[in-house]
C-alpha cells in the first residue's frame, strides 16, 4: 500500500535526515528483518538510488527506518521540487511503499 507522506524541505548542501515508519495493508507495523529497502529522490533527470546514502533499519519488526543523505549528495542538487520513492522488497513481494514531495531550498 503506497503512502504519499507530507512535503519535506531540506537546503541544498544540508546534510538531510528522514525518519520514516512503514505499515503494511492492515495499518500494522511492517516487519522489514530480512526486507531489502530502497531509496529514490527524482525529477525526471536527476536520480539518487542509494548512493552515498545511509538507509538504516532502527525497529526492523516495527518497521521503523532512518534515511541519512549526506551534504556532498546534496550539494549539486538544484533548488526545486522533487518526489521520493521507498521500496520494499521481502521475499519474492516488491512493494513501493512511500512517495511524496520533497522541497530544495537553494543552500550556501
Keep these: 500500500m503506497t503512502t504519499v507522506h507530507d512535503l519535506h524541505s531540506f537546503y541544498a548542501g544540508d546534510d538531510w535526515q528522514i525518519n520514516g515508519s512503514l505499515f503494511d495493508e ?3 507495523p511492517l516487519d522489514v528483518t530480512n526486507a531489502t529497502i530502497d531509496w529514490a529522490l527524482r525529477d525526471g533527470a ?3 538510488v542509494n ?3 545511509t538507509l538504516q533499519v ?3 519488526v ?3 527506518i532512518k534515511i541519512f543523505v549526506p551534504s556532498a549528495s546534496t550539494t549539486s542538487i538544484v533548488a526545486g521540487e522533487y518526489s521520493d520513492i521507498l521500496r520494499v522488497t521481502i521475499g ?3 512493494d513501493t511503499m512511500w ?3 520533497i ?3 537553494e543552500g550556501l
Aim: a neutral charge.
Design 26 to 28: 492492515n495499518g500494522d
Design 99 to 101: 512517495t511524496g514531495a
Design 103 to 105: 522541497f530544495v531550498k
Design 51 to 53: 548512493v552515498n546514502i
Design 92 to 94: 519474492a513481494i516488491t
Design 58 to 60: 532502527l525497529d526492523p
Design 46 to 48: 536527476l536520480s539518487i
Design 62 to 64: 516495527n518497521g521503523k
